[in-house]
Nanobody, 126 residues
Framework: QVQLVESGGGSAQSGGSLRLSCVVS????????MGWFRQVQGKEREGVAI????????YYADSVKGRFTISQDNAKNTMYLQMNSLKPEDTATYYC???????????????????WGQGTQVTVSS
């Protein structure tokens, strides 16, 4: 059974940085998509950044391009989201995800992901 454990959330001021981590265990596929979604209460989940473990291709939401960077450490079964130049609108609960059969035109949509973390809160103050 897949287990994803996030850490690194917290508070930051506008313009600051935070790094999220997610340890993945129990996911037996060798190549799959993994990454981060976020959700503000009352709104739909939004794809933030995704990486394909089979080649390292990355996908980003337009709202975070140039500010966020997703990366993976295969030896540690861990993925990271480095968030720089944070803005108040980045405030949300962030979830790490994994998915094997993700449609290429649906990478930043939540429907095809079959493993979700419990979420970690990120709060950015102005």
């Amino acid at each position: 059974q897949v287990q994803l454990v996030e850490s690194g959330g917290g508070s930051a001021q506008s313009g600051g940085s935070l790094r999220l981590s997610c340890v993945v265990s129990g996911y037996t596929w060798s190549n799959y998509y993994m990454g981060w979604f976020r959700q503000v209460q009352g709104k739909e989940r939004e794809g933030v950044a995704i990486i394909y473990t089979g080649g390292g291709r990355t996908y980003y939401a337009d709202s975070v391009k140039g500010r966020f960077t997703i990366s993976q450490d295969n030896a540690k079964n861990t993925m990271y989201l480095q968030m720089n130049s944070l803005k108040p609108e980045d405030t949300a609960t962030y979830y790490c995800v994994v998915g094997k059969y993700v449609r290429s035109d649906e990478v930043l949509r939540p429907d095809d992901y079959d493993g979700w973390g419990q979420g970690t809160q990120v709060t950015v103050s102005s």
